[in-house]
Each structure stands twice: as C-alpha cells, then as structure tokens.
C-alpha cells in the first residue's frame, strides 16, 4: 500500500493549525499564572515596647517595713507596740515577702520581656522581606514566560532544543526558589522552637514559687506558734535515745512533707493502700499509729469508728494532722512508749517507719511495744522489702532519711525474738506485670515440620532463668511483720 506523500499546501495549513492551537493553549496558561500571582498581605505591626515604667518604683517602694520591726521593752509603750505588733506585724511581714517576690520576679522577666519583643519585632520584618522577594521573583518568572513566546515557532523544529534550555532554566530557578522557601521554613522553625523552651522555663519558675509559698506558709506557722508560746529557739544535745530532739519545732521539717507529696504518693492513693489495715484492729477503742505522717491512716481510723491517736518527729506533719482534727503528739516512739503503763494499747502500727531507725532502737521500740500491748492485741509493721531489687534501688535508695535495710526474716525474728507468739509476714504491693521479665514465647511450629529440640531446649532455659530473676528480684514492694501479743 503506498502513502501519497503530504502536499505542501496542506503541510502548510496544518502548522499553521499547530501553531495557533500551541499559541492559544500558551496563551490560556500564561493567563492562570498572571492570575495566580501573589498580593502583598497585610503584615501586622512589630509589637510595643514593654512596659518599664512601674519597674523603678515598684524597686523603691516594694519595702513597707524599712525600718524593721519596731523595738518592743517592757515600758508602757514598749508593751504596746509589742501587743499591736502582733496583731499586725504578721500579714506586713507576709505582704513584703511577696512584695519582694513579685519585684524580684518581674526584674528577673524585664530581659525575657525585651528579648521576645525583639525576636517578634525581628521575625515580622523578616517575613516581609522574604514576602517581597518572593513577589520579585513571580513577577521576574511572569517576565520571563512572556519572553518565551519570541522563541516559540512551530514552523521550527529546533524550537526543541531551545525548549530544553528554558525548562532547565526554570528547574533551576524553582530549585532556588525551594532552597529559599525552606530556609523561610528553619527559620520559622527556630523561632517556634524558643516557645516551648519559654513553657518549660515557666513550669520550673512555677514549681518553685509553689514550694517557696508552701515553704513561707509553714515558717509563718512555726514563728507564730513560738511566739505565742514565749518558746526561743536554741541548740540541745541530741537524746541519749538517738532520736531526734522534738522540744523545738524542726524549722526544715516541710521539706519532708514535700518529699512525701512527691514521691510517696498522694493521700487518696496511701488511703488506697492502708485500708487493708482496718480489719486487723476492729473494735479497737485505743491503737498507737507511730509515725502517723500525713494522717491518713488515722482518717481511716476516725471514719471505721476505731480510737487512735498518733506520733511523729516531724513537727509539720504533726501540724498537718492537727488541722485535720485527728489527735497526733510531736515526740519519738520509745519516749512515748516509756511514758504508758504497761497494756495500755490495744494495737500498735507503724507503716513505713522501721527502715528509718537504728538496728539498738527498733529492738528497744518492739520490746516497748510487747509490755504496752494489752494481750492478744495487734502489732502491724510494714515497710520496704530490700530483697525486691524495684523496691530497694527506686524506693529505698531515693529517701535519705532511711537508715537500714531490713530483711523480712530479720524483722520477723526481732519480733518473735521480743516475745511475740503469733508472728507473720505478708507481702504487699506486687511488681507490676510490665517492669518484671518477660518469658520467650516458643516459635510456632510449621505445618509438617517437628521442632528442633535445640531450640525447645534453649526457650525452656531462659524462661527458667527469667522466672528465677523474677521470684528473687521483681517479687513485693512492701512487707508486713503481723504480730499478735
């Protein structure tokens, strides 16, 4: 079959129909990118200087008592500035400690405050900028796809060639306007990133302004209980017993208070925790709680209808149960013990307390305990377990009050050793299932193919050891020595 060859009459008209076809599809596209062109937005203004004003005289006058506290004798007047002082002198001396709190707070903000500012200020003249050039560049790449059409000329198929030479030279001019976009991008990156630095500042700043109130709080507590008792703080020897001394409230005890907050858990968990307790001293009408804390074993004792009362060497925890209306004494346990007639107690607890004393004092407080003890009544010690490793290297360790370690057979022969006749040991407060090791599941076996005895043989070997780490080490976080008189 042969091909007529195309007449140039007809070659002609269809190039011309190309090349309108090619102009006019030009055409429609270089209209969709003039109309895609980007206006300038309206750009917010850079922020206002921060307010400095109030700083220098809030500096000068914070102090509202810059004299001091007015001199008090035993004249007339002398007395009667000494009973108005005491009226008014505590709020004043709390009104200026948070005047001096928040002076030194906003000194401490005024270079921060700049600092954002100027970074705003900054990154706002920064974006316009960019959003210039950027606008200088679409108008620059419109210009230059104008220019093409002179190029454009299907009548001539080296057109090809120089296409080639405009599509790399607008891949390079995209390539560089990506390379300035995403240096738009880490800038604007970098500069969010100072927000949540500025967050983390601010929840540490919080943090410790809420221990420094809690901190103040409870000084003013103990500076006016001193007053109102005529009580002068001064040094003592420490008693023959090794305790600490409790005829002065212990000016540092909140820190303890804190730690408990923090690290022990809060009262409604340790409430959780004690309840088990209750069942152990019913009908109980006089139980001694040593080391009664927070109080909330207590609270769980006033609302079960069981009579207690409890001791404590830390002043504000003593404090704290107080307020709480629960009955509570600031002394150590075996000058307490000392002080009852012998079966006087019908039951006895310290819950987390024996790891705090000394080997010589805990013998004496569980031989003290023995002769208070009514017969048959309850004594409870609960406390840390050593041989969980969880429990000893995160709980054990972390507490800096802790003196020894005791062993669950330790402790049970130094009660049984006191004349206890009933003594057992129950554990408490189990690893959790997630933090002990895991055993190593056995491949499935496939269809047909017997499982290789090496194999079996080396799964069975490491669960074995596992759950032998796990029976040594990952077992009970707390223990019990129950013991009955």
Not at 191 to 206: D, Q, T, V
Not at 221 to 238: F, M, P
Not at 361 to 370: D, P
Request: aromatic share 6%.
């Amino acid at each position: 079959m042969t091909v007529e060859p195309e007449r140039l009459e007809d070659r002609l008209a269809r190039l011309e129909r190309e090349r309108e076809d090619a102009n006019r599809q030009y055409n429609e596209r270089l209209t969709a990118v003039d109309q895609a062109l980007l206006g300038r937005p309206e750009f917010p203004h850079a922020p206002p200087a921060y307010d400095e004003t109030q700083i220098t005289p809030l500096n000068r006058s914070w102090d509202i008592l810059p004299e001091g506290e007015p001199a008090l004798d035993r004249s007339l007047k002398g007395r009667l500035r000494g009973f108005i002082w005491r009226v008014i002198g505590p709020p004043l001396i709390t009104q200026k400690a948070f005047n001096a709190a928040l002076v030194d707070h906003l000194n401490r903000n005024v270079s921060a405050h700049r600092e954002a500012e100027r970074a705003i200020t900054t990154t706002v003249a920064l974006i316009r900028q960019q959003t210039d050039a950027l606008m200088r560049f679409q108008s620059t790449l419109l210009a230059l796809l104008q220019s093409v059409t002179l190029y454009v000329d299907t009548r001539d198929r080296s057109v090809g060639g120089q296409a080639d030479v405009v599509n790399a030279a607008l891949s390079a001019l995209a390539d560089d306007w990506l390379k300035h976009w995403e240096s738009l991008l880490a800038r604007e990156a970098r500069s969010e990133s100072k927000h949540p630095a500025l967050l983390s500042a601010y929840g540490e700043l919080k943090e410790q302004v809420t221990l420094a109130q809690q901190s103040a709080l409870l000084l003013k507590r103990e500076v006016e209980q001193l007053i109102s008792q005529g009580l002068h703080v001064h040094a003592e020897t420490a008693p023959a017993s090794g305790q600490p001394d409790t005829g002065a409230p212990d000016l540092d005890s909140f820190k303890y208070v804190g730690f408990e907050d923090r690290f022990r858990g809060s009262q409604t968990t340790i409430r959780e925790r004690l309840a088990d307790y209750l069942p152990v001293f019913a009908g109980a009408s006089r139980v001694l709680d040593i080391g009664c804390g927070r109080g909330e074993l207590l609270d769980l004792f006033r609302e079960a209808g069981v009579g207690a009362y409890g001791i404590d060497t830390n002043h504000s925890m003593v404090q704290v149960c107080r307020e709480r209306g629960l009955a509570a004494e600031c002394t150590d346990a075996v000058s307490h013990l000392q002080s009852l007639q012998d079966g006087s107690l019908d039951g006895l607890i310290a819950i987390q307390v024996v790891e705090h004393l000394e080997p010589a004092y805990l013998a004496r407080l569980i031989e003290l305990a023995f002769h208070k003890l009514k017969p048959n009544a309850a004594m409870v010690l609960e406390t840390l377990n050593p041989a969980c490793w969880v429990a000893f290297f995160e709980s054990y360790l972390r507490d800096v009050t802790h003196r020894w370690p005791l062993h669950p057979d330790t402790l049970r022969y130094m009660v049984q050793a006191s004349g206890f006749s009933t003594v057992t040991v129950q554990y408490r407060a189990p690893v959790a299932e997630m933090d002990r090791l895991q055993r190593v599941p056995l491949p499935p076996a496939r269809e047909g193919v017997e499982q290789d005895p090496t194999m079996v043989d080396l799964v069975d070997i490491v669960n074995s050891h596992a759950d032998k780490l796990n029976a040594r080490l990952f077992t009970f976080m707390d223990y019990a020595v129950v013991a009955r008189r």
